[in-house]
């Protein structure tokens, strides 16, 4: 038989197969030998596994890479990966994209932030509880201090009297924060006195003022009244002053009052 006929035995065959599968295990480790890397240093190697001898003819079939430390085959995974539980990066360094929806809900209740935090997309109203503190200069509505003086009369024969003014029309509100007046009546009488005020929309309000007697002189007692308040009042509102007596004289008394304080 001449030579170009010549034709392998089965077992030629098997041998051939060995020795490339050998040398495709055993040449990355010489590459990485040859680069200065351990010998044990885990390259991952394609093998060709032989799965059949037959007719002469070796079929063979492709496998995933394979760590030649361990023996584990390798995976190649693509697309989108889902994680649950608890992911913890050491050292991972510079910047982390993160796409989507971020939940952290085991932050610290307080922050602390440095630099410029844009809060444009925040509500027009936030709400505010507990203390704020405001450092610098706040700037409040301007305010127009008043002063108005009233005088009346309690008639002869008569038990009650009044004395009427009229709150400033220049702004919205008056607030009221002195009260100070004196009352000429007969000795031996005891004074009641209000201070009542109707607002133009008609409602009405009214408070009690306290007294004290000073002295008596020529059969006048002498009553001063001096009370802080804090009394607002609706801009153009009709203020009086009532003063009654314990009981009907004959002789007149006079009421002296003067209310303080600043318009909004």
Request: hydrophobic share 40%; glycine share 10%; proline share 6%.
């Amino acid at each position: 038989m001449r030579n170009s006929e010549r034709r392998f035995s089965g077992s030629n065959i098997t041998i051939m197969v060995v020795a490339v599968c050998a040398t495709a295990v055993l040449a990355p480790l010489s590459v990485a030998a040859a680069n200065g890397a351990p010998a044990t240093s885990r390259q991952a190697t394609a093998v060709v596994k032989p799965t059949a001898v037959a007719a002469g003819r070796v079929v063979t079939q492709a496998v995933s890479p394979r760590d030649p430390i361990t023996g584990s085959w390798a995976r190649i995974i693509g697309g989108a990966q889902q994680v649950g539980g608890t992911v913890k990066t050491v050292a991972s360094g510079g910047t982390q994209k993160v796409q989507g929806t971020v939940t952290v809900g085991n932050l610290p209740a307080t922050q602390p932030v440095s630099g410029t935090v844009n809060v444009g997309n925040l509500p027009a109203t936030q709400p505010v509880s507990g203390t704020v503190g405001i450092s610098g200069s706040v700037q409040t509505a301007p305010q127009a201090p008043f002063d108005l003086a009233t005088s009346g009369f309690i008639a002869y024969n008569s038990d009650t009297g009044s004395a009427t003014t009229t709150a400033p029309t220049s702004a919205s509100y008056s607030v009221i924060q002195t009260i100070s007046g004196s009352l000429y009546i007969p000795a031996g009488y005891s004074p009641n006195v209000a201070i009542n005020w109707t607002a133009p929309d008609g409602s009405t309000h009214s408070t009690n003022l306290p007294q004290s007697y000073t002295s008596t002189f020529s059969s006048t007692a002498w009553y001063a009244i001096s009370v802080p308040v804090n009394l607002y009042v609706k801009s153009g509102s009709t203020i009086t002053f009532g003063v009654g007596i314990s009981g009907v004289a004959n002789v007149g008394s006079q009421m002296d009052f003067d209310i303080s304080g600043y318009s909004v």
